[in-house]
């Protein structure tokens, strides 16, 4: 079973750019026809879809945040990115990858999560 | 977008107990798109079920999925310890792709 492992800065300035990666173990990124996702906790509250990619290239985000995000693979590196922009406190949460099934449907391998928080 | 709804918010029940957790959508959702999470504290979450009622790799048949349409079910027949946690519903709508979470039910020790 893979492995997923998020990293990046656990604190943000408002109004910057969040850029988290998620470092693949234990198979391809690039094989397997997986959508590889990110998805975020508020503390205490529940999951929100962020977007996930399927190795093909083709990308799917969710319209609240369509107009802040992007995410990549980087398949020599066997990583996956989040850039969110213009970040603000109601940002602040844990992100996590995942690994969805071949049609997106469910997410079966999840990482640990970073916890970023969005302050001055 | 679909709205998942889930109820109660905390269920507070004794170990051997059977826990029923439900989840109402907005909107009619297909049995095949349905998926139960657990999160333990501190834990990233785990499939549980997926296709409303099949259990995920490892899962003990204690848990099971059913319902169709707006309402589903996540049964735990006889509760152990370590199920105490938050169980998150999932559904995949298509064209354009959007997945969205109900909000989580409690699962506590009373």
């Known amino acids: 079973q893979v492995q997923l492992q998020e990293s990046g800065p656990g604190l943000v300035k408002p109004s910057q750019t969040l850029s988290l990666t998620c470092t693949v173990s234990?198979?391809?990124?690039?094989?397997?026809?997986?959508?590889w996702t990110w998805i975020r906790q508020h503390p205490g509250k529940g999951l929100e879809w962020i977007a996930y990619i399927h190795h093909s290239g083709s990308t799917y985000y969710n319209p609240s945040l369509m107009s802040r995000v992007s995410i990549s693979v980087d398949t020599s590196k066997n990583q996956l990115s989040l850039n969110l922009g213009s970040v603000s406190a109601a940002d602040t949460a844990v992100y996590y990858c995942?690994?969805?099934?071949?049609?997106?449907?469910?997410?079966?391998?999840w990482g640990r999560g970073t916890l970023v928080t969005v302050s001055s | 977008e679909i709205v998942l709804t889930q109820s109660p918010g905390t269920l507070s029940l004794s170990p051997g107990e059977r826990a029923t957790l439900s989840c109402r959508a907005s909107q009619s959702v297909s049995s095949n798109y349905l998926a139960w999470y657990q999160q333990k504290p501190g834990q990233a979450p785990s499939l549980l079920i997926y296709?409303?009622?099949s259990r995920a790799a490892g899962i003990p048949d204690r848990f099971s999925g059913s319902g169709s349409g707006t309402d589903f079910t996540l049964t735990i027949s006889r509760l152990e310890p370590e199920d105490f946690a938050v169980y998150f519903c999932q559904q995949y709508g298509s064209s354009p792709p959007l997945v969205t979470f109900g909000g989580g039910t409690k699962v506590e020790i009373k």
């Open positions: 995942a690994k969805g099934d071949t049609f997106g449907i469910r997410f079966d391998s």
């Open positions: 234990g198979g391809s990124i690039s094989s397997g026809g997986y959508y």
């Open positions: 296709g409303t009622s």
